[in-house]
């Protein structure tokens, strides 16, 4: 074996060790969170970055928009931190939607790493918290200061010593201030794992530095996407999709263009800027356009500063997908997490038989504000938050996956541990029959969700859902999934954003839609047919 090999092998272990590195930083996170959406639904991102504030490898536990946009992130830190202002010990933070991960709900924390005296690199992570204050986790606001604290890039610790005023500034402009503020020192804490896990690392393999170790992922990494790239035709594909928008639909138009060493994506021509909270800074935006590529074309490659470095996103400064300060962004994940569908709508064309049909693409979360009819004491409110997954497209050669959460691949929460954080009650979730498209494979199947307060109490909630008059489409003569419907027990249909009263004594029920099929559905399989009916996700039709 050549010196050379052996040398490769060396790296390669080392790179594996880095990855472990994250994934315990990751973990450490989820082990040591408050908040419900962090512990049970993993609505976070880990990673470590090389001395230039590159992100050299990320936990595979973590949502792709906050990776992503923590891979860009990191680079706003530096700068506006400054390097002469690094030290040891300190941990920086912000929740700024335009330098961090889109909406003010998401705080990112950056922490220098140091070895022997010397700055060899950082680590990041993000979590969403259950509360920034403001209007709460709604699209209702007209600007961005309606939507809650705004922290810019600055110190949350110099030299070891936390900054008490920021934490009392938080503390006293949220609602739910123990789970914040215990969120944000989980995400410390979470870095300095990771710091110390390196340390280890460092001393077992005698790393000085991460500077030649990182170089060789980013030449792999880089080599492996360019090498995807080259093999594609050339050309412009180009995809139109429709969504629900606020009060008024929203087109998410893409023009994709394949270069030899280059996949540009362009979002001239989607829509303007909403007034309410629905509109995704382009940060966001381009976290998830480039995964919609990395899914089509480079799957297995790491994901790292080197392989989406041959990915460029545009959009021009009128398009609610590059949203300007001070629009109001609280809701960004509606639309940013159908960017990935929009993207792999081009890509069909690019590489037809191989993409799946359209699916429910946004997460339907659920912000609940629970609150006693008659406040007094001992009677308390609490803030509520369940993210609930539609069905995804059917694939080429599969039904889609049921209830699953695409693209951004967050838990669904434990009801159990739901109920505990406030006076709530989940009367049913379940899989939402007949839901799916039909098709030669048929699309995902979305759910139902129904839940009321405990006796004395009312609930306020903030409705972010779509795909209910624009459904997912199917692809290749399958059927489009069902549309998401929202309303009372009772039937009586509600608006599907912004905020709404569930009087007493009635339940909110939300029927989540499903996924687009995929083929004719005369091509489906006899077998395909009775397996449908048996696990009761279709009933026979005379």
Not at 433 to 457: F, M, N, T, W
Request: proline share 6%; glycine share 12%; aromatic share 8%.
């Amino acid at each position: 074996m050549s010196q050379q090999t052996l040398t490769d092998v060396r790296m390669q272990i080392m790179w594996n060790r880095l990855i472990s590195v994250v994934e315990e930083q990751a973990l450490t996170l989820i082990r040591t969170a408050f908040s419900t959406s962090v512990r049970e639904s993993g609505d976070l991102s880990a990673g470590v970055f090389n001395q230039a504030g590159e992100m050299i490898a990320q936990a595979v536990t973590g949502t792709p928009g906050h990776v992503n946009a923590m891979a860009e992130a990191v680079g706003h830190f530096i700068r506006d931190i400054g390097r002469d202002n690094l030290f040891e010990g300190d941990v920086y933070i912000t929740n700024d939607p335009w330098k961090g991960t889109g909406h003010l709900h998401d705080f990112t924390v950056v922490s220098p790493s140091f070895r022997a005296g010397k700055l060899v690199g950082f680590f990041a992570c993000t979590a969403h918290v259950v509360d920034v204050g403001g209007r709460g986790f709604g699209p209702d606001a007209n600007e961005v200061y309606e939507e809650g604290i705004f922290i810019p890039i600055m110190k949350f610790a110099e030299r070891g010593t936390v900054n008490r005023d920021l934490v009392h500034l938080i503390r006293n402009n949220v609602r739910e201030s123990r789970q914040v503020v215990g969120d944000i020192y989980s995400l410390a804490a979470c870095n300095e794992i990771g710091h110390r896990r390196l340390m280890d690392m460092m001393g077992e393999f005698g790393l000085a530095d991460l500077e030649h170790l990182s170089q060789f992922v980013f030449d792999r990494s880089h080599a492996a996407t360019l090498e995807r790239i080259s093999a594609l035709p050339r050309g412009v594909y180009q995809n139109l999709m429709r969504v629900d928008g606020y009060d008024s639909p929203i087109d998410i138009a893409v023009a994709l263009t394949v270069a030899t060493d280059q996949i540009t994506v362009d979002f001239a021509g989607t829509s303007a800027p909403s007034k309410k909270g629905i509109n995704c800074p382009l940060i966001y935006s381009t976290a998830y356009a480039c995964y919609g590529i990395k899914c089509a074309i480079a799957p297995d490659i790491p994901n790292n500063h080197a392989s989406l470095k041959p990915f460029k996103v545009v959009a021009p400064t009128d398009c609610i997908l590059n949203a300007q300060r001070p629009a109001p962004v609280s809701v960004r994940h509606v639309l940013g997490h159908l960017v990935p569908d929009a993207v792999l709508g081009a890509i069909h064309q690019l590489l037809p038989g191989q993409i799946p049909a359209e699916g429910a693409g946004a997460l339907w979360n659920l912000h609940v504000s629970v609150r006693p009819v008659q406040p007094g004491e001992g009677a308390e409110g609490a803030e509520v938050l369940l993210f609930n997954s539609g069905g995804m497209g059917a694939r080429p050669g599969l039904d889609g996956p049921s209830a699953t959460a695409f693209p951004s691949g967050v838990q669904s929460m434990s009801i159990e541990a739901t109920e505990q954080v406030g006076p709530v009650v989940f009367w049913r979730k379940e899989l939402r029959e007949g839901s799916g498209g039909a098709g030669k494979y048929r699309g995902g199947l979305g759910q139902v969700v129904e839940i009321a307060p405990k006796d004395g109490y009312e609930i306020w909630f903030n409705a972010m859902f779509d795909r209910v008059a624009h459904p997912a489409r199917g692809r290749e003569g399958g059927e489009d999934g069902a549309p998401g419907v929202v309303r009372l027990d009772d039937g009586t249909r509600l608006a599907t954003k912004g905020r709404q009263y569930v009087p007493g004594g009635k339940r909110l029920v939300l029927e989540l839609p499903g996924g687009g099929g995929y083929g004719p559905v005369a091509e489906r399989s006899a077998e395909a047919r009775a397996q449908d009916l048996a696990f009761e996700y279709t009933r026979e039709v005379n």
